[in-house]
């Protein structure tokens, strides 16, 4: 959350003439509804799932660059379709960097109603980052940087492997 996964995932994917498909937005247009909603309704649980459905599709698709929601990787499944369907690459932020992009971001429904955002934002990385570890080809840090650095430094490895 707060990464960098749109910006960073537009550009490479027209670096790379290939499509970007955000994985979140792709889920909203087929539901007709926003993500909050599906959390409001079917809880992180059904959202998890309609997600699972949904990535084991859009990894099976030639040419694109495919961003997920950060907690994407906590399932499995996810993990073994992700490593399997390309290269995927951590996009790591510290908790600080993602503090300032998330409160100029939209809603995001992990962080609704939480007093405290960067002990949230922390709690998640802790669980996730040995997921995002566990399953990236590579890891690039984001904080501070030009989404265009980012984006030639995924080149240069993508060139050099």
């Known amino acids: 959350?707060?990464?960098?996964?749109?910006a960073v995932g537009k550009q490479?994917?027209?670096?790379?003439?290939?499509?970007?498909?955000?994985?979140?937005?792709?889920?909203?247009?087929?539901?007709?509804?926003?993500?909050s909603l599906i959390f409001e309704k079917e809880g992180e649980h059904g959202f998890r799932a309609r997600e699972r459905e949904l990535i084991a599709e859009l990894v099976a698709r030639d040419g694109i660059v495919l961003s997920t929601g950060g907690g994407?990787?906590?399932?499995?499944?996810?993990?073994?379709?992700?490593?399997?369907g390309g290269v995927?690459?951590?996009?790591?932020?510290?908790?600080?960097?993602?503090?300032?992009?998330?409160?100029?971001?939209?809603n995001r429904p992990l962080l609704s109603n939480t007093p405290d955002i960067g002990a949230?934002?922390?709690?998640?990385?802790?669980?996730?980052?040995?997921?995002y570890a566990e399953v990236a080809a590579l890891s690039v840090r984001t904080d501070g940087r030009r989404v265009r650095d980012v984006v030639h430094e995924i080149l240069r490895h993508l060139h050099s492997a």
């Open 1 to 6: 959350m707060g990464s960098g996964k749109s």
């Open 12 to 35: 490479l994917a027209r670096a790379l003439s290939l499509s970007f498909v955000d994985a979140d937005l792709e889920l909203e247009q087929r539901t007709g509804v926003d993500i």
């Open 72 to 84: 994407a990787v906590l399932l499995e499944e996810n993990r073994r379709a992700l490593r399997t």
């Open 88 to 106: 995927v690459v951590y996009l790591e932020a510290s908790v600080a960097q993602q503090l300032i992009r998330v409160r100029q971001g939209e």
């Open 120 to 131: 949230r934002l922390a709690e998640l990385m802790s669980h996730r980052a040995p997921l």
